[in-house]
């Protein structure tokens, strides 16, 4: 019997939100079926498949929903979901909520034991899987997990070809007759969606969020985006399956009535193509999609007239490529800080950026609508949160309508990460300035940040440490154009033995790392360097690996 997820926010602070007009106060699939009601010809979705009115994927998440409700999905029941971005995914986020159920998204190409981690430690009821994506077969692998997941009842089989033994048909639930549904209606404040994050731990975290702080607190965030009002038209480029992706269904449609661009992968040439058919007026992207969609634009031109804003999560974007791409696309560029934990911070769409005249990144100015930062002293007692002086970096901090209830499954992140009265500790060094703006100092914790992707060094570091010539292993993040970062290993190898980077990355594949985790650069010392505490000097390690200049293999680039 699993824990029921716990709301670490005040009862009485939420409804404050509800009451100021921060929270719409409804479910996410009553509001997409006002939207529905409104203007039932809208276009809701494109993807490769074609369009879909909000009539038409209204229709389609209701019979979903009957079908699922005759396999046994209940209210209450977590419901995984891997398939690429598309109308499915879209048809299973309005299915699930409508049934009252709560989603957990993951992206396609996890492996199967991050997969099998996810649904155990949910106690997932069931679980929605691609057939065939880009050589991967996620619902034929997680049957055979089935076994080994007590609770999981179910496993549904999307996309093409035929579902295999033992799963349930997706296009055959379509087929359900919707007349007599009637959809739930779950409390707002109760969870709605769990959002997993890499974050830092060798497992991904998971984190719960009602539907109010989904179409309230991140719907607030693309409020400030939408300049004249209008139903956005937004080009996710993102999976839907991520945390920046959890802006498609529940606030891109639900809240705002807008439009979904979607594509089932990226590819520069595809997403240019849509830009220029579509006319999206926003692109959602992580810096690394952004430079090579720059390298594609000098051979394939495309009109980009539609853009009025390209927002940039995952990692910051450098102030070169900005500016190069606020000429190439003709739209402001928006960095935004945030993360599936809880804070956000945005650049705005201001035709000019905030000269960075003062230390780390300027990441723009709070919205308490969306997310209360605060500077919390780093030499305070690990309790309550008590405010750095002004001018000193300290811990960043949030609370507002987007944060999310709790950690799933993990009450020592919970004691970990959350303090007396809602307030999420982010693990993430920043300073305000006089005139309020977020400075973005630096990390407490130790991650790579690869193409908007998160790595966790300790977790490459413990699989390197189990090859049998390897006597020492620390790996750290290496700056690169392209990806932002790539993660390269120092090893110290035994009784000196020669170790290459394509066998130690073959032994991580035998020991089923996700090839994105994979180091793409190898620096073999004699000895680690160490600082005057003992520990490895992972500055001097990241200097000496850029005075090496340990070339890059041909790791498969992974984006989103």
Known sequence: MHEPICDLVPAALRRSWAADGSYPDLDLYALFRARRCADPHRTAVIDPQGAMSYAQLDRQARCLAVGLAATGVRPGDVVGVQVPGGRHAVIADLALAALGAIALPFPVGRGRCEAASLLGRSGAAAVIAVTEHRGNHHAEDLLALSAELPTLRTVIASGAGHAPTGCVSFEELLTSDDAAFTPARPDPDSVARILVSSGSEAEPKMVAYSHNALAGGRGNFMASLLADGQPPRNLFLVPLASAFGSSGTAVTLARHGGTLVLLDRFDADAALDAIGRHRPTHLFAVPTMVRMLLEHLDRMPADTSSLTAMVLGGAPLDPGTAAEARRAFGCAVVNLYGSADGVNCHTG????????????????????????????????????????????????????????????????????????????????????????????????????????????????????????????????????????????????????????????????????????????????????????????????????????????????????
Do not use: F
């Open 349 to 560: 769409c201001g035709e000019e950026p905030r000269p960075n005249g003062g230390p780390g990144i300027a990441v723009g100015h709070p919205d308490p609508r969306v997310a209360d930062i605060r500077i919390a002293d780093l030499d305070a007692p690990r309790g309550d949160i008590v405010a750095a002086p002004p001018g000193v970096a300290g811990e960043i901090v949030a609370r507002g309508p987007m944060t999310p209830l709790s950690y799933v499954g993990s009450p020592e992140l919970d004691a970990r990460y959350r303090a007396p009265g809602g307030w999420v500790r982010t693990g993430d060094l920043g300073m305000l300035d006089d005139d309020g703006t977020l400075r973005l100092v630096g990390r407490l914790k130790d991650i790579v940040i690869r193409g908007g992707a998160n790595i966790s060094p300790g977790e490459v570091e413990q699989h390197l440490l189990t090859h049998p010539q390897v006597r020492e292993a620390v790996c750290v993040g290496v700056p690169d154009r392209l990806m932002g970062e790539r993660l390269g290993a120092c090893v110290v190898s035994k009784q000196g033995q020669e170790l290459t980077l394509k066998e130690l990355c073959r032994h991580l594949d035998e020991r089923t790392l996700e090839r994105r985790k994979h180091p793409e650069a190898l620096l073999l010392l004699q000895e680690l360097p160490l600082t005057p505490a003992g520990k490895p000097d992972r500055a001097a390690l990241r200097a000496e690996l850029a005075r090496a200049g340990a070339r890059h293999v041909g790791a498969e680039e992974v984006v989103g």
